[in-house]
């Protein structure tokens, strides 16, 4: 396919971003009317930050998998959409065309059908990284039924809060996940969650692993069985629903400040546009480019990136099932030479983690079909910015750091790839559309070059959340009562002489910890239900791979014989309640914590203290205790 808002230099760049704000609606229409519509939208934008009310493209009808797969058909049938690198290297890989993929889509479509899932019904989809995740994601869109899908790290208990919180009657997932040297019994997990979620009426179970699972009578049923029935119906076609461009596509929980995670929501159309949008543009995707994400699908990452903008573009995206470094240190980079990946999108964390390994895994490969790089998740240091140059672009690669957010749909701070001109550690510039501000505390903008503050954006694009799932007031208290009139991103941001975009972090009580978004809240909650736990506070610390370390300070009353055992009991149940990924790094018991008179634990402190600086811990006269900071200083690990 080619598009024609493809920005090809940086003068088009200029007059895109220019055309962009001074008619927003012309701009975005000109865009949205390339796709395919079974109506077009009566209204191209109506908003209000106040409440917050976006929409786009009202009253226009599609449905974005025929934008994914049907207008592909004619010209890209035979095309791979998705190549599927299995997690053990020696398994068979799959190729799945634009043909299959749309015949997969359909036949699992009827059969969500069957199981009498209906348009605007919320399916979970709690799965390890196979095609059948795709599939079932497609299908969930191509029926009008919003996907909510779960990564498959996360616990029992954080499958329950998200099925309650959606009334999730369905759920779509496998026997187990192969992920390294590991076998996640991901059928067993759901099992556990559903005692506490008895709303459930139907699991579809996908034969991954074969490991024994319990199956119930009426309630769970294998994906292949359904399959069967839907083959001996007949008709392999399924219509697809049609959609309002402002109904909703999915569901995504993200945490926050609080302790409860909330789920974003994305709608058809404006999605559709602004992943579709970005990817072409950043990526600066040409017919025949191997695109290959390495995020979970459980993220907006995978869903924008492996998913929807690159399928809606006519790409071939890679699906990996495993991890990085098994079974060797090598393995993204025998995935590149394997397919000729062209287009590699991963994560700081990643780079750091296989810089670790040394030049020899990289030095045993080509790499020479690549010729694109990209990074999302957190702040990309200037020493992983030139490994990742060197080593695996052979500085012939333009890296895009990509900065953007599971409430913003897709990429909204990003240099394009060749086009606009890179600056380590920093995301450059705003795509056109994207209309950045960066604020004081006060709300008061930050006019000028060279200043710092809160990002905010000022303007609606088509790709951002429009509400959380059931709790609007939710959303707009997060994300627009901070500041006037203002999306408020919750990152500090930094704008260099040029104007380019530096991220600098949360500036709220939320962690990036390996590129994924744990709140501190969330996790002090976890670590409070162990028993003698008495109070906990918990911030990050800089950690050389992991960006952001889990650093906690805990009041413990209980038997403490062994503190070694006591540490890994909590972490114990930090994985249970949240999941591994949530686990803290650091625990650090303390007999008290630093308290304002009014009872406000001092995180600023405890930051300082966790992130080594106990020389800069500012004024602590006004402390209910002061002592207590000595005391933690000293005890520090
Ligand atoms: C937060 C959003 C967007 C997909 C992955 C994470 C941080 C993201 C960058 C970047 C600096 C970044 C921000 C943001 N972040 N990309 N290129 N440079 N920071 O999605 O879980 O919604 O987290 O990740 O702090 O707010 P998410």
């Given at each position: 396919m080619s598009f024609p808002y493809q920005i090809r230099s940086v003068d088009q760049y200029k007059a895109a971003y220019e055309q962009s704000v001074r008619d927003p609606e012309g701009f975005w229409s000109s865009i949205a009317s390339t796709f395919q519509w079974q109506k077009p939208w009566e209204k191209t934008l109506e908003w209000d930050f106040k409440k917050p009310t976006i929409k786009w493209f009202a009253g226009g009808k599609l449905n974005i998998t025929e934008n994914c797969l049907d207008r592909h058909l004619?010209?890209?049938?035979?095309?791979?959409?998705i190549i599927w690198e299995p997690n053990d290297p020696e398994e068979h890989h799959r190729v799945l065309t634009y043909r299959d993929l749309y015949n997969k889509v359909v036949q699992f479509a009827n059969v969500l059908k069957n199981n009498d899932v209906k348009k605007g019904d919320r399916v979970c989809i709690y799965m390890g990284m196979v095609p059948e995740l795709a599939i079932a994601v497609l299908a969930s869109a191509r029926i009008g039924a919003i996907h909510s899908v779960v990564f498959g790290g996360f616990s029992a208990q954080s499958i329950a809060d998200r099925l309650q919180d959606a009334q999730a009657r369905f759920v779509i997932t496998c026997d187990g996940a192969f992920r390294g040297n590991k076998e996640i019994p991901l059928k067993s997990v759901i099992d556990d969650a559903l005692v506490q979620c008895p709303f459930v009426e139907r699991v579809i179970v996908l034969t991954r692993t074969r490991t024994p699972v319990s199956m119930i009578k009426g309630r769970d049923t294998w994906w292949e069985d359904e399959i069967k029935k839907v083959e001996t119906q007949g008709s392999p076609d399924c219509p697809a629903e049609v959609m309002d461009?402002?109904?909703?596509l999915f569901i995504l929980y993200t945490s926050g400040s609080t302790g409860k995670p909330k789920g974003v929501v994305h709608t058809c159309g404006g999605y559709m546009v602004y992943t579709n949008y970005s990817f072409v543009n950043v990526f600066q995707y040409q017919p025949g480019d191997i695109h290959f994400c390495t995020?979970?699908?459980?993220?907006i990452t995978g869903h924008s990136y492996i998913v929807y903008g690159p399928l809606s573009a006519g790409v071939t995206s890679v699906l990996f099932?495993?991890?990085?470094?098994?079974?060797?240190?090598?393995r993204f980079w025998d995935i590149v030479d394997k397919y000729k990946v062209t287009i590699l999108y991963t994560a700081p964390t990643a780079i750091r983690s296989l810089m670790g390994f040394g030049l020899e895994p990289v030095q045993r490969?080509?790499?020479?079909?690549?010729?694109v790089l990209g990074t999302v998740g957190e702040p990309i240091n200037e020493e992983a910015w030139h490994w990742y140059d060197e080593?695996?672009?052979?500085?012939k690669c333009p890296i895009v750091d990509t900065w953007w957010q599971t409430e913003t749909?897709?990429?909204?701070i990003s240099n394009l790839a060749g086009v606009t001109p890179a600056k380590p550690s920093f995301a450059t510039l705003p795509l056109p559309g994207i209309q950045p501000i960066l604020v004081d505390e006060n709300g008061k903008e930050v006019a000028g070059n060279g200043v710092s503050g809160n990002l905010c954006i000022k303007f609606p694009w088509?790709?951002?959340?429009?509400?959380t799932y059931g709790d609007h007031e939710r959303c707009r208290q997060n994300?627009?009562?901070?500041?006037?009139n203002l999306y408020f991103t919750g990152d500090g941001c930094l704008r260099d002489e040029e104007g380019n975009y530096r991220i600098t972090g949360r500036?709220?009580?939320v962690l990036n910890v390996s590129g994924h978004r744990i709140g501190t809240a969330e996790v002090e909650n976890a670590i409070n239900?162990?028993?003698?736990?008495v109070e906990s506070a918990v911030v990050g610390y800089p950690h050389d791979i992991k960006g952001q370390g889990i650093y906690a300070f805990v009041i413990f009353q209980g038997n403490m014989q062994d503190e070694k055992l006591v540490r890994l009991d909590i972490a114990s149940t930090v994985s249970r309640i949240?999941?591994?990924?949530?686990?803290?790094?650091k625990i650090q018991f303390v007999s008290g914590l630093p308290k304002t008179?009014?009872?406000?634990?001092?995180r600023r402190i405890l930051r300082k203290i966790a992130e080594g600086?106990?020389?800069?811990?500012?004024?602590?006269?006004?402390?209910?205790?002061?002592g207590v900071v000595e005391e933690i200083k000293n005890g520090k690990l």
């Open positions: 004619d010209k890209l049938g035979n095309q791979p959409a461009a402002e109904d909703m995020a979970d699908i459980g993220w099932e495993g991890v990085p470094t098994w079974p060797d240190a090598g490969h080509d790499l020479s079909s690549l010729k080593h695996i672009g052979k500085r749909g897709g990429i909204l088509p790709g951002m959340l429009r509400t994300y627009f009562a901070t500041y006037d500036v709220d009580d239900m162990h028993t003698g736990v949240i999941g591994p990924i949530a686990k803290p790094d008179r009014s009872g406000k634990i001092m600086e106990t020389d800069k811990l500012g004024d602590t006269t006004t402390l209910l205790d002061p």
